[in-house]
T-cell receptor
Framework: EPEVTQTPSHQVTQMGQEVILRCVPI?????FYWYRQILGQKVEFLVS????????KSEIFDDQFSVERPDGSNFTLKIRSTKLEDSAMYFCASRRGLTRETQYFGPGTRLLVL | GENVEQHPSTLSVQEGDSAVIKCTYS??????FPWYKQELGKRPQLIID?????GEKKDQRIAVTLNKTAKHFSLHITETQPEDSAVYFC?????????????FGKGTHLIIQP
């Protein structure tokens, strides 16, 4: 069964550095998402992406964040200048495309900002 | 925006007993309500979902009920087993159609006592 994949599984960075988190959604899926989960807390929506543009973003997704689908398979989340509070698990998700259909989550990237 | 409340935060039940987790949502436009199970360090995995045009859905030992008028939905697990131990998150879709990010509850840590 196809799965969403993410790389790297762990990333450690210094405050102020840029990071790029990568995701490969399930191949026939059209809608893509990023969520984050601070340790011990709930999963929080960041952004959704469809047809090469952002469909919706939360208040967490400020100017420091950007997303891109650079080719037909990858979906990336860039954090331009990381802060300590960006430390979290970042999950990518995708869904096929019909209204209200299941979102499948990737295994996550654990980001630690020092 | 949507707000999802979930309780209890921790639930301990004896193996073989039933477990019930409850969620309420604020936005009457929400129309999709998935439940995810997350084991320690793993990705959230969908276990069951319900759409607003039905009041109940069952899949083996797991059932979900939805009361649109009261804006609450519940997860019921019967004949609990040790492998049911995990954190369970309810969620609601923010808007109809298109790309819709999920708003999650804070999670319930379900502990199955042998």
């Amino acid at each position: 069964e196809p799965e969403v994949t993410q790389t790297p599984s762990h990333q450690v960075t210094q405050m102020g550095q840029e990071v790029i988190l990568r995701c490969v959604p399930i191949s026939n899926h059209l809608y893509f998402y990023w969520y984050r989960q601070i340790l011990g807390q709930k999963v929080e929506f960041l952004v959704s992406f469809y047809n090469n543009e952002i469909s919706e973003k939360s208040e967490i997704f400020d100017d420091q964040f950007s997303v891109e689908r650079p080719d037909g398979s990858n979906f990336t989340l860039k954090i331009r200048s990381t802060k300590l509070e960006d430390s979290a698990m970042y999950f990518c998700a995708s869904r096929r495309g019909l209204t209200r259909e299941t979102q499948y989550f990737g295994p996550g990237t654990r980001l630690l900002v020092l | 925006g949507e707000n999802v409340e979930q309780h209890p935060s921790t639930l301990s039940v004896q193996e073989g007993d039933s477990a019930v987790i409850k969620c309420t949502y604020s936005d009457s436009a929400s129309n999709y309500f998935p439940w995810y199970k997350q084991e320690l360090g793993k990705r959230p995995q969908l276990i069951i979902d319900i759409r607003s045009n039905v009041g109940e859905k069952k899949d083996q030992r797991i059932a979900v009920t939805l009361n649109k008028t009261a804006k609450h939905f519940s997860l019921h697990i019967t004949e609990t087993q040790p492998e049911d131990s995990a954190v369970y998150f309810c969620a609601a879709s923010i808007k109809e159609g298109g790309a819709d990010g999920l708003t999650f509850g804070k999670g319930t840590h379900l502990i199955i006592q042998p």
